[in-house]
Nanobody, 123 residues
Framework: QVQLVESGGGLVQAGGSLRLSCAAS????????MAWFRQAPGKQRAFVAR????????TYADPVKGRFTISRDNAKNTVYLQMNTLKPDDTAVYYC????????????????WGQGTQVTVSS
């Protein structure tokens, strides 16, 4: 069992930056690939980025490539999402997820979810 708690959301102007954090409980954090998803009002939860257990390989959704960076610190049981050059379209609730790297980009196959943190980007 893994419990995930996100933090770092807030209100930012377009072009600004935010860093989200996701703290995991339990001693098995390094056994899971981690990912970030986001859900805008009226839309389905969408994959944003994922990272392997060891942190060496990452994948990004096209809308965030070149602007967002996912990373993890297994010693701190924490995964991060650095978000730069934010746009109003990035406004959403951002969720941390844990699972298998091969399947974690599919929201239906995520094993554990955090409660989400709101990110609002003003124009």
């Amino acid at each position: 069992q893994v419990q995930l708690v996100e933090s770092g959301g807030g209100l930012v102007q377009a072009g600004g930056s935010l860093r989200l954090s996701c703290a995991a409980s339990g001693r098995t954090f390094s056994s899971y690939a981690m990912a970030w998803f986001r859900q805008a009002p009226g839309k389905q939860r969408a994959f944003v980025a994922r990272i392997t257990m060891g942190g060496l390989t990452t994948t990004y959704a096209d809308p965030v490539k070149g602007r967002f960076t996912i990373s993890r610190d297994n010693a701190k049981n924490t995964v991060y999402l650095q978000m730069n050059t934010l746009k109003p379209d990035d406004t959403a609730v951002y969720y941390c997820a844990a699972g298998s790297y091969l399947t974690i980009a599919d929201r239906q196959l995520v094993q554990f979810w955090g409660q989400g943190t709101q990110v609002t980007v003003s124009s």
